[in-house]
T-cell receptor, first 111, second 116 residues
Framework: AQSVAQPEDQVNVAEGNPLTVKCTYS??????LFWYVQYPNRGLQFLLK??????LVKGSYGFEAEFNKSQTSFHLKKPSALVSDSALYFC?????????FGAGTRLFVKA | DGGITQSPKYLFRKEGQNVTLSCEQN?????MYWYRQDPGQGLRLIYY???????QKGDIAEGYSVSREKKESFPLTVTSAQKNPTAFYLC???????????????FGPGTRLTVT
C-alpha cells in the first residue's frame, strides 16, 4: 500500500529566506510523487512531479523538489520565499485514481 | 483552475435533501474524479471515471452517486444517506492511458456544501 506523510502542519518563514516543506512516502516499487498548492477557497494547482531521472525536479513559480530514495523523501523547496507563496501545500504519491494525498502543510511567509 | 468549472461555489441545503454538484471540463481528459476535503484530512476520493458511461467507487463512496454521460461532465449527487455531507468538494480531471500512469490532476475551484 502507498502512503505519504507531511510531518509539519505549518511552516513559517520570512520573505526572502529559503523554504522547505517536508514530505516522506512509502511505496512498493518506484514512486511517482507530486506537489500541489491550494490557495484559500480554491482548487489544487499542480506544481511538479517526479517520475524518474534527475533527483532535483523543477516546477512552477520557482519551486523545486528533491527526491531522496534512501530517505524516502520528496521535500519541496524554494530559494527565496515570497509572501504570495503563503498557501496550503499537498504532497501526493501515485497518479490517476491511485493518488494518495498528504494531509497538507500550511506555509506562512511573513513580510 | 484552468479548464474545469464547478458550480455553484457555495451551496446550502437542508438535511434530508439530495443535492447535485456540477463539474465540467474542456481539457479533453478521459479521467475525472471527485474528492472531498475536510480540514486536516487532505483529499479523499469519492468516485472516479476513466471513460464515458463508466465509473468506480473511491474510498468514501457511501452516500454519493455520480454519472458520466458525456466526456466533459461528471456531476456528483450528495444523497440524504450521506451522514456528514458538509465539506468542500473538488472535481478533477487527468489524462488516462492505462492503470497507474503518473499523470497529474487538474482541479476545479471547488464547491463548499453546507447542510443544516
Amino acid at each position: 500500500a502507498q502512503s505519504v506523510a507531511q510531518p509539519e502542519d505549518q511552516v513559517n518563514v520570512a520573505e526572502g529566506n529559503p523554504l522547505t516543506v517536508k514530505c516522506t512516502y512509502s511505496v512498493s516499487g518506484n514512486p511517482y510523487l507530486f506537489w500541489y498548492v491550494q490557495y484559500p477557497n480554491r482548487g489544487l494547482q499542480f506544481l511538479l512531479k517526479y517520475i524518474t531521472g534527475d533527483n532535483l525536479v523543477k516546477g512552477s513559480y520557482g519551486f523545486e523538489a528533491e527526491f531522496n530514495k534512501s530517505q524516502t523523501s520528496f521535500h519541496l523547496k524554494k530559494p527565496s520565499a515570497l509572501v504570495s507563496d503563503s498557501a496550503l501545500y499537498f504532497c501526493a504519491v501515485g497518479g490517476g485514481f491511485k493518488t494518495i494525498f498528504g494531509a497538507g502543510t500550511r506555509l506562512f511567509v511573513k513580510a | 483552475d484552468g479548464g474545469i468549472t464547478q458550480s455553484p461555489k457555495y451551496l446550502f441545503r437542508k438535511e434530508g435533501q439530495n443535492v447535485t454538484l456540477s463539474c465540467e471540463q474542456n481539457l479533453n481528459h478521459d479521467a475525472m474524479y471527485w474528492y472531498r476535503q475536510d480540514p486536516g484530512q487532505g483529499l479523499r476520493l469519492i468516485y472516479y471515471s476513466q471513460i464515458v458511461n463508466d465509473f468506480q467507487k473511491g474510498d468514501i463512496a457511501e452516500g454519493y452517486s455520480v454519472s458520466r454521460e458525456k466526456k466533459e461532465s461528471f456531476p456528483l449527487t450528495v444523497t440524504s444517506a450521506q451522514k456528514n455531507p458538509t465539506a468542500f468538494y473538488l472535481c478533477a480531471s487527468s489524462i488516462f492511458l492505462g492503470s497507474g500512469e503518473p499523470y497529474e490532476q487538474y482541479f476545479g475551484p471547488g464547491t463548499r456544501l453546507t447542510v443544516t
